[in-house]
Each structure stands twice: as C-alpha cells, then as structure tokens.
C-alpha cells in the first residue's frame, strides 16, 4: 500500500465529533445496545476514525446530551441526541420517552396565535404611522418588534396569549426586566393578554410609567386589535 493510501484525500474533511458520535451512538442502538458507557461509545467511534482522540470524543459527549449540565452544551437540536440515563450510562434521546426539547434547553416554540398576533400589532403600530417591524433575530433584553417614527424608537414586546397563564407570567417578569436593564429605546409597549392585563396592579402601572413602559391589549374579534 502506498503512503499516499494511508491519508485522507486532499479537500475531504473530516467528520465533526458529534457526527461521529452520533452515527456511533446509532449503530450502537441499531446492534441491540440500548444503554452504551461513554467508554463504549468513544470505543466505537474510535473504531471508525482511529486518529481521533479518546479524550476529545468524551468530551464532546457532555455536549451533545440533552440533559447534560454542561455551560458549552449544543443548542442545535441536530447535535443533541444523547440522553444521560445514569452516572456514565446513555441512550438515544427521545422526545416520546424523555419529554420535548424545549424542557431541556428553553426553545420557545411560536405558537400561530402568537406568530398572528405579532403581525397584528405590526399592522396596527403602521396604522399610527409607525415604521414597524418584528425584530426576528433578537437577542438578550431585545423587544419583539421595533417601530420607529421620527426621532422616536419604541421597543415592544409581546405576551404569547396561547400559553399557559403561568409562562404568561414569566414572559411578562422578562419583559418588564429587559426594558428596564436596556435603555436603548425611547419608550416600550408590553402587549399583555386582556386576562393577565387584569392581574397587573395599577401602582405597578404608574410606577413602570415613569420608566416609559407602557401596557397595551388586544380584543379578539375575528382578528386581533392592537389597543394602547
């Protein structure tokens, strides 16, 4: 065999860790193996790539199991697959069997009511003659939507009204929070079902007032109706 037959062609790429782990952890399932040690899981993934080290591949473990406490774990829902049964015992992870993805690392999933109702609040923030639009890639302490008109720019945030009241609640403390740790914007709106509007005190009204965070609501005819 030639020197040229004992390396990987020029161009080809290797496989990332936890494509290897994953199509490892699979044939290890596919066998009969159900429950693998990360010992047999490096172990099988050694056997398809030698060079890579035993070290690295148990590393990335941690990162590609869904209840793993590591801080660096994947947020890709490709790249976990793993589920910790036990101290140093795995399977493959199972939305069926070990609960939706969302328990594990905080997707948000867009509901339609929501997704509607985002669109209904853009449509009528224009109606006032705002420049609106939703603020898709928002990151942390980030509205929902951002309107602008003139010199003024209004961050609004927007309360999913088909969730449960509890995680209403919880949208509603982050909301509240963000705009007033970021001071970017010259007011905000916090959109709030009419039944959670309800359960907001008027001192909590006044007070957040005087920090120009205002509340507004909806009414749910055959469509949703923005009412500041």
């Known amino acids: 065999m030639s020197s040229s037959e004992n390396h990987e062609s020029p161009g080809v790429e290797k496989k990332p860790n936890w494509l290897l782990l994953k199509e490892s952890a699979e044939e290890l399932y596919r066998a009969g193996k159900i429950y693998f040690t990360r010992k ?3 172990d099988k993934a050694r ?11 148990d590393f990335e473990i941690d990162l ?4 793993s406490s590591s801080k660096d774990r994947y947020r890709d829902p490709e790249k976990l697959f793993l589920y910790r049964v036990d101290r140093g015992r795995y ?10 993805l969302e328990k594990y690392i905080g997707i948000k999933k867009v509901s339609p009511a929501r997704k509607h109702l985002i669109e209904e609040v853009v449509s009528g923030l224009e109606k006032m003659g705002y420049d609106a639009s939703e603020n898709r890639y928002a990151k942390p ?7 602008e008109k003139g010199d003024e720019v209004v961050g609004v945030w927007v309360i999913d009204p088909g969730t449960p009241l509890s995680d209403q609640y919880k949208m509603l403390a982050y909301a509240i929070g963000s705009s007033l740790l970021n001071r970017e914007y ?5 959109v709030v079902p009419g039944e959670l509007l309800k359960r907001v005190t008027k001192d909590l009204i006044d007070t957040l007032d005087r920090f120009k965070i205002r509340f507004a609501t909806v009414r749910e005819e055959r469509r949703y109706t923005l009412q500041l």
Do not use: C, F, W
């Open 91 to 100: 399977t493959l992870y199972s939305p069926e069997e070990h609960g939706e």
């Open 40 to 42: 047999e899981l490096v």
């Open 186 to 190: 010259s007011e905000y709106i916090v």
């Open 47 to 57: 056997e398809k790539d030698p060079s890579r080290s035993e070290m690295s591949l």
């Open 64 to 67: 590609v199991t869904v209840n």
């Open 141 to 147: 302490l980030q509205p929902d939507i951002v309107a």
